[in-house]
């Protein structure tokens, strides 16, 4: 079947550096993205993977490790306006996504 | 660019009755389009991918004629939710994946519907 692994819930302080992991399982692979959902909002997209390595984006950056069916989200000099969570989607064989319940990160100042 | 628009943003119906929402892509043409439900705390579900001009595909578990889908143009996909019930009450959102692109989905704001 098709799994996605990512921590429920974390909390990290204003300034600093977090780092969301995930772990997935899909019937074949076509990359995988990560979006920002803010709450009673839909989600917008932050990054997109599709080799192994890392990709830097600002404060963000999104690293693969295809073999090892692994990915994370780096978050870096964190702002309160972070809180959300944070969903990892890899693409499947029929280029779908599949969606995890997503990660909720919590900011304190 | 890649903007999605959906409408309304939110809707209050009686039980029994139909919605109707909207999805347009306002700046890229989109092979493709997504209508997920999300409640509360959960993730995102996908109800259904349609292609313009083809008959929607729908995901196990949801109700076809229930939840009509209409794709009309590469700018424009509907979903009508048929005598609507309180369960059905939601968050629904499109997305969009525009031609030559990677696949990508670019959400819409998202619609609530809450049914009474």
């Known amino acids: 079947g098709q799994n996605i692994d990512q921590p429920t819930e974390m909390t990290a302080t204003e300034g600093a550096i977090v780092q969301i992991n995930c772990t997935y399982q899909t019937s074949g692979f076509n990359g995988l993205f990560w979006y920002q959902q803010h709450a009673g909002e839909a989600p917008t997209f932050l990054s997109y993977n599709v080799l192994d390595g890392l990709e830097e984006k600002g404060r963000f950056s999104s690293f693969l490790s295809r073999s090892k069916g692994y990915s994370y989200l780096l978050l870096k000099e964190l702002q309160m306006k972070d809180s959300a969570s944070y969903l990892c989607?890899?693409?499947?064989?029929?280029?779908?996504?599949?969606w995890g319940a997503g990660t909720k990160l919590i900011i304190k100042p | 660019g890649a903007v999605v628009s959906q409408h309304p943003s939110r809707v209050i119906c009686k039980s029994g009755t139909s919605v109707k929402i909207e999805c347009r892509s306002l700046?890229?043409?989109?092979?493709?389009m997504f209508w997920y439900r999300q409640f509360p705390k959960q993730s995102l579900m996908l109800m259904a991918t349609s292609n313009e001009g083809s008959k929607a595909t729908y995901e196990q578990g949801v109700e076809k004629d229930k939840f009509l889908i209409n794709h009309a143009s590469l700018t424009l996909s509907t979903l009508t939710v048929t005598s609507a019930h309180p369960e059905d009450s939601s968050f629904y959102i499109c997305s969009a994946s525009r031609i030559g692109g990677s696949y990508e989905q670019y959400f819409g704001p998202g619609t609530r519907l809450t049914v009474t």
């Open positions: 700046d890229f043409q989109a092979t493709t």
């Open positions: 989607a890899p693409k499947d064989s029929n280029y779908q996504l599949i």
